[in-house]
């Protein structure tokens, strides 16, 4: 039997994990016996429970503010012992952690002592501050080797032990058969991806009282796109990449160089007079004057970003170049002054426009393409055509020339693909790909053997990244050299975490 532990049940997680959960739970023998959430969101969870009909006999828990509040990053001793008597109590052996980014690294690190199983959402950690504090950039990378460092020696006692994160791309249809794809020019050529460009808008747009009030995706935390949606981006790409090297490459380090639009930025793009103009009644919706809002917002995270990065070998030579241009703020259909009572994830003009164009030297070019011109999907065409609910084609040029059994030019859709369109308001792909992730979760508990993409030691690049990432536009803020390699994030971080970073192994080995 898997026992599982909801921690956290918000909107992403009543969309997702738990509707997964209760649809396909007993297919794994899996079953939620508890769900923990804070006191403020008692009421509309009750009426969640109650309209899906949870079984009665699941246990709830309502922290207050006081007891949920994180002492020097970890859970008070309160709340772990609560923790741990609920898992005594109901034989928890697995957790979903599906809180606010900032304690996710506290909950993982409880489970993991606790030796029980565990699928997060990302990012693996969220510190507050990042984009003016150096010590918060280093936290992202010193949680995450924490994390991969307790979980390799709990899964030396328990081999098998698994703990997987949300990067639902890693799970998609599309990106497997783009990474089949790849791996066959590679084994035919020795080319292994030599160029890449990614994009990802989410097409919302918020008001400039909005980027202060909200906590949904916020900004006022001090982080932003790169730990929202933007993480999805980098870590697949970075997985693609990784992956064409096989055997023949081998990857020392990378590059990276950041640009990112902070709100004061996007204020002087889109300037306060413009709102008015647009907008009859914006002035009711104002409370903060233009230099309380540039003061608020010299602190806070990114709203838009550009990463150009740089794989290198050991010798310094590089093996592919990206680019990286995650974006919030694109074509939406938002035309409302105020976001009070909506479905902030998927009811305020949010449209989703993805792209990722990927070449393998002379041989292959791969260009997939997924856009939405609306946000709820219209019956009244058809949903998998360009600007569509479903839309997602990958156009597929190869070097017919060279290798005359290949085809010049292929197009493959959804339709092609064995893609399972979930019933509901607005689901998309993307939503099948995390249902996969977290069957996957539960099918490997029970059969370690299962193949799992999204291991918490497969993550070390990827966070690697994102914290240089943050460190190249701290660095441009502090008008120092903005280039900043991974390699030196995360050995900065492993200094600072433990002392076995003496050691000669390399900081790669990790996964």
């Known amino acids: 039997m898997i026992n599982v532990l909801l921690i956290g049940l918000g909107p992403h997680a009543r969309r997702i994990q738990l509707p997964i959960l209760l649809k396909d739970g007993k297919t794994y023998s899996a079953s939620v016996k508890a769900i923990i959430d804070l006191a403020s969101q008692e009421q509309i969870i009750k009426t969640y429970l109650k309209d899906k009909n949870v079984d009665s006999s699941t246990e709830l828990t309502f922290l207050s503010a006081k007891l949920a509040q994180l002492k020097q990053g970890e859970l008070s001793g309160e709340l772990a012992d609560h923790l741990d008597s609920l898992v005594e109590r109901h034989d928890i052996n697995a957790v979903f952690i599906c809180t ?29 501050h990042l984009a003016t504090s150096s010590k918060a950039v280093s936290q992202i990378t010193r949680d995450y080797l924490e994390l991969a460092q307790l979980y390799r020696k709990q899964r030396q006692a328990h081999p098998g032990l698994v703990f997987e994160l949300m990067a639902q791309r890693r799970y998609h249809p599309a990106f497997h058969e783009m990474d089949r794809l790849i791996r066959e020019v590679k084994e035919r050529t020795g080319v292994p991806i030599t160029s890449f460009q990614s994009t990802h808008c989410d097409g919302q747009w918020r008001m400039p ?33 990784r992956r064409s090297y096989g055997e023949t490459h081998t990857l020392k380090d990378i590059e990276v160089f950041a640009n990112f639009v902070y709100p004061n ?32 917002y010299d602190s806070f995270g990114e709203i838009d970003t550009q990463i150009t990065t740089a794989y290198k070998d050991g010798k310094g030579r590089t093996l592919t170049v990206g680019q990286l241009g995650l974006l919030h703020t694109g074509f939406g259909q938002r035309d409302w002054p105020t976001a009070e009572g909506r479905d902030l994830y998927k009811g305020n003009g949010r449209v989703r426009h993805e792209a990722h164009y990927l070449v393998q030297g002379p041989f292959q070019t791969i260009y997939f393409q997924s856009l939405q011109s609306e946000e709820i999907l219209n019956e009244q065409v058809n949903h998998s055509n360009v600007g569509g609910e479903y839309h997602l084609d990958i156009h597929v040029f190869r070097n017919s020339k060279m290798f005359p059994e290949w085809k010049a030019y292929e197009k493959i859709n959804l339709n092609d693909l064995s893609i399972n369109i979930l019933e509901g308001y ?24 299962i193949v799992r993409y999204s291991d918490l030691l497969d993550q070390d690049f990827s966070v690697g990244l994102i914290g240089a990432a943050y460190r190249s536009a701290l660095h441009r803020k502090q008008n120092l050299n903005p280039l900043v390699q991974v390699s030196d994030e995360l050995n900065q971080s492993l200094r600072e975490t433990t002392s076995q970073a003496k050691t000669k192994e390399s900081v790669y080995a990790i996964s």
């Open 426 to 449: 607005s689901r998309g792909h993307q939503e099948d790909a995390r249902r996969s992730a977290v069957l996957t979760f539960l099918k490997s508990i029970q059969d370690p053997t």
């Open 209 to 241: 009282d909005e980027i202060v009030d909200q906590d949904y995706h916020p900004y006022n935390q001090g982080y932003g796109k790169c730990l929202h949606s933007g993480y999805h981006s980098i870590d697949i790409t970075n997985w693609l990449v």
């Open 100 to 128: 606010e980014p900032v304690y996710h690294t506290p909950y993982a690190k409880w489970a993991l002592r606790k030796s029980l199983h565990v699928f997060m959402d990302k990012p693996i950690s969220a510190p507050l």
């Open 265 to 296: 930025d996007f204020i002087a793009q889109l300037p306060l007079d413009t709102y008015h103009q647009l907008f009859n009644d914006f002035a009711r919706y104002r409370k903060y004057p233009p230099e309380v809002l540039a003061e608020k």
